[in-house]
């Protein structure tokens, strides 16, 4: 749990507090944190990873709105669903056979998929502030709502 809280909640503000200063002064920049599906819609079993990606959406609204009065600094947020990472392993415990089974049926989404979409973000036109983007695995429509047919 601690671990959780340190990655995804002070991560992000610390992070933030180093960046974000030399941002403002410079009047340009962009802070990009990456959340889930998860800080949108809560589920059983998930709830305090649900809680820290809610916590990243809040600090990264929040400073969407502190820094609009004061920079032309970006906030954005990519808000990813089912992606294929290590992150099933950590939370099975290393249990491989139950890290692949939360993919089994779908293509789910990959790192690429991800650094992607911060990239589509992050070269819009100065004028062109991408607040959030989330992003589905094909045969995902919700956090747990997963079309297991392949």
């Known amino acids: 749990m601690n671990t959780m809280l340190q990655t995804n909640v002070a991560g992000v503000a610390v992070f933030t507090r180093l960046f974000a200063p030399g941002m403002v002064t410079r009047n340009r920049g962009h802070i990009v944190n990456i959340s889930s599906v998860a800080g949108h819609e809560a589920y059983a079993g998930g709830g305090m990873y649900c809680a820290t990606k809610f916590a990243v959406d809040a600090l990264t609204t929040a400073t ?80 747990k709502g997963i079309a297991r047919v392949l």
Do not use: M
């Open 64 to 143: 969407r709105h502190d820094l609009i009065a004061s920079s032309n600094v970006r906030v954005s947020a990519i808000s990813p669903g089912a992606v294929q990472t290590e992150f099933s392993n950590v939370r099975f415990g290393g249990d491989d056979a139950k890290a692949a089974a939360v993919y089994q049926g779908i293509v789910p989404l990959n790192g690429a998929d991800c650094a992607d979409n911060v990239l589509y973000a992050v070269t819009r036109p100065p004028h062109v502030q991408v607040g959030e983007i989330i992003v589905w695995a094909t045969l995902q429509a919700s956090a």
